[in-house]
């Protein structure tokens, strides 16, 4: 079957696949890394497959429409993000009206938390809800075989004027079934297509690979669909991968580990480090980290090429904390530093401005601990909340949700806006906040001239700096 799956067109470096999908304001963008994925199961699968970011690619709406009719696919998956889903639902309408026997399927957070609303207000003919790897082979095995789709676990399809939802899938148990995500970047992609993405705190060129999925823990913000699920590739498997990455792709100067919380599991992560030690793998690596990865796991990981951490601080009051869930401390954050500082880790520190039950003064002292933390890169965020979780829940609940336009979630340059606004906080105040805080945080003489030296002394440290500079500097400007 012809499949094509589809990271649709929307404003220029839109990246859907981040937890907070925008236009960045230090210019990183996203590799649509869960649809690449479900284009190798497809491939496994026998299909003719085709990955296309319109996106990276900077088409429009027309040049889309005009790659889909030559191609002509049967099967078509597309992405979809909260704040580009009236976007994302007319590129499926227009896919729609111009071919006759296409099914269109749409995929992600949003439409795994509202299904039905999403085909009541759109001509796709199915949702694939949460882990959709094997549902859409699935799906496109059930439709090349002319069978019926309420046999496929996991979708919400139109059935003549009714909306049928099937059995729920059960997640994927073995991850080294699935493709390594890396070779599918460069049949798709090739050299000059992953020169397109870029992480302002990594390295580039790089690639992002999943070495697990899930996550056990279950802080309220968070949008991904399978918390509490912790599943993990074997450590040959990955580092199987980290050879195939140094081999074939030459070029690539870095891999970011994209699994929810990397390190979590710590005997895991010291085999995997030691593994790629045994190996002689060279390439740095980065990845996404909590403040309870103790000094041992950080030791290692060092060792075998680690290079950032990317961590949630969020706040340094308990309270914040307690109210999302996050199950650390300010003593957790500030020995988590003191180990990657005496180890020469860098961290991208992540700060949320404006969490449950934080006012004015509390969103002050988090800026200030974060300039006393000193990260490498600091990410300063208003409180974002999505449908299908808590925080979202706890906005509509308590009054506080502005709107439920999804469009506006971003601002017109299609950076993120929060749509939560309480008595003392609203969301104007938290956006003017989140832009004051980069300012204070990156024009301090004790961040700025540090961060000289490192660029005088490392160049491909410079690099990265420079890159994502020229994108910040209009925004903090």
Request: with cysteine; net charge positive; aromatic share 12%.
């Amino acid at each position: 079957m012809k499949v094509l799956v589809l990271n649709p067109p929307y404003l220029p470096r839109f990246s859907r696949q981040s937890r907070s999908p925008c236009v960045t304001k230090g210019g990183t963008f996203y590799y649509p890394y869960y649809l690449a994925y479900a284009t190798g199961v497809l491939e496994q699968n026998g299909h003719n497959v085709k990955l296309v970011d319109a996106v990276a690619n900077e088409w429009d709406h027309e040049t889309t429409l005009k790659f889909v009719k030559k191609f002509q696919p049967e099967l078509v998956v597309i992405g979809t993000s909260t704040p580009s889903i009236y976007n994302d639902m007319s590129v499926a309408d227009a896919i729609k009206n111009s071919l006759e026997n296409v099914h269109v399927s749409l995929v992600g957070t949003h439409v795994t938390a509202m299904p039905e609303w999403t085909l009541k207000n759109c001509k796709a003919d199915s949702v694939c809800i949460g882990e959709y790897d094997y549902t859409v082979r699935d799906l496109a095995e059930a439709l090349e075989k002319n069978q019926n789709l309420k046999n496929v676990k996991g979708i919400v399809f139109r059935d003549g004027k009714k909306l049928v939802r099937t059995k729920p899938r059960e997640l994927i148990k073995n991850l080294d079934e699935l493709p390594w995500v890396s070779e599918v970047y460069k049949k798709h992609f090739g050299k000059k297509g992953i020169m397109k993405y870029f992480y302002a705190s990594l390295l580039w060129p790089q690639v992002t690979i999943l070495t697990a999925r899930g996550c056990p823990f279950n802080c309220s913000f968070c949008p991904i669909p399978f918390k509490h699920s912790y599943r993990a590739r074997s450590v040959k498997d990955v580092a199987d991968e980290f050879e195939y990455i140094q081999n074939e792709l030459p070029y690539v100067r870095e891999v970011m580990i994209e699994d929810d919380t990397f390190p979590v599991s710590k005997k895991r992560t010291i085999e995997l480090c030691k593994e790629l030690i045994k190996r002689g793998i060279k390439l740095k690596w980065s990845c996404n980290a909590r403040v309870d990865t103790d000094f041992e796991t950080l030791k290692w990981m060092k060792r075998a090429g680690c290079r950032l951490l990317c961590v949630g601080f969020e706040s340094p009051e308990q309270s914040s904390l307690e109210a999302v869930h996050k199950r650390t401390t300010k003593e957790m954050q500030e020995r988590f530093m003191k180990y990657t500082k005496i180890l020469g880790l860098l961290v991208n520190g992540c700060f949320i401005l404006g969490l449950p039950g934080e006012t004015k003064e509390t969103v002050k002292k988090t800026i200030e601990f974060a300039k006393k933390l000193n990260c490498d890169t600091a990410q300063f965020y208003p409180l974002m909340v999505y449908p299908g979780t808590e925080a979202y829940e706890w906005a509509k609940k308590n009054g506080y949700l502005e709107t439920e336009d999804f469009s506006k979630w971003l601002h017109e340059n299609g950076t993120m806006r929060t749509t939560v606004s309480r008595p003392g906080l609203s969301s104007a105040m938290l956006d003017e906040m989140c832009t004051l805080a980069r300012k204070s945080y990156y024009l301090r003489l004790s961040y700025l001239i540090p961060k000289f030296f490192q660029m005088l002394t490392n160049p491909a440290e410079a690099l990265r700096t420079l890159k994502s500079f020229k994108v910040f500097w209009r925004h903090i400007i």
